[in-house]
């Protein structure tokens, strides 16, 4: 039987990233389908008290999460998955910085309606991606970020990895996720992270 997972991301995470490489690898060595969602880090911080460097990512971080959502209902959630692909492939392996160019040429590159940059670059859709993040983000509480995981009904951050795992070994970590999921009481597993995204 077919594992169906909820996968919420923000374009513009570089461990979200990590994560969805992963689960698209899991996808190949078990009988998982994932469908992926938006969230936004500009969102979940609205009106939060940050350095200044951080609140200037979250302000560039607005138009990629909308184009991304448009993809969505425009074209459904296959185009979703093809389209975080190519825009996370500029972003994040690529280094390109957040801006129109790469979202229009992602746009491009999976056949998406062009104004949707346009459209991305107002708070026309603001109230369709708050709801979008707060169906991903309101089972794992405002002190989390993205990933978040949704597989059986239960709702997990994370897993924060680094490089993403391959084959076999990605279908037994996803294995071990979907273990600590199945009990209702479980809520934390953490250590400190030592290495950077590592993009292969």
């Not at 169906?4 to 461990?15: A, G, L, M, S, T």
């Not at 689960?23 to 609205?46: I, P, Y």
């Not at 229009?104 to 709801?131: E, F, K, M, P």
């Amino acid at each position: 039987m077919t594992t169906d997972v909820d996968f919420w991301f923000d374009p513009v995470c570089p461990w979200a990233w990590m994560t969805s490489r992963w689960m698209l690898e899991v996808e190949k060595v078990r009988d998982v389908k994932v469908t992926f969602h938006v969230m936004s880090l500009s969102v979940l911080n609205d009106g939060r008290d940050l350095p200044a460097g951080y609140r200037a990512f979250l302000d560039n971080a607005w138009m990629p999460a909308r184009a991304a959502l448009l993809v969505e209902q425009r074209h459904g959630s296959d185009v979703l998955r093809d389209f975080y692909t190519e825009l996370g492939t500029r972003f994040h392996p690529g280094e390109q910085e957040v801006g129109p160019e790469p979202v229009a040429a992602a746009l491009a590159a999976v056949g998406a309606d062009a104004d949707i940059l346009d459209i991305a670059q107002t708070d026309a859709i603001d109230d369709d991606l708050r709801r979008s993040h707060h169906e991903g983000m309101d089972p794992v509480g405002d002190e989390v970020g993205t990933p978040v995981i949704r597989v059986n009904g239960m709702s997990l951050f994370g897993p924060v990895i680094s490089p993403a795992p391959k084959g076999e070994e990605a279908g037994e970590l996803f294995d071990g996720f979907v273990k600590v999921t199945a009990y209702p009481g479980f809520f934390e597993l953490k250590r400190t992270r030592t290495v950077d995204p590592i993009f292969d």
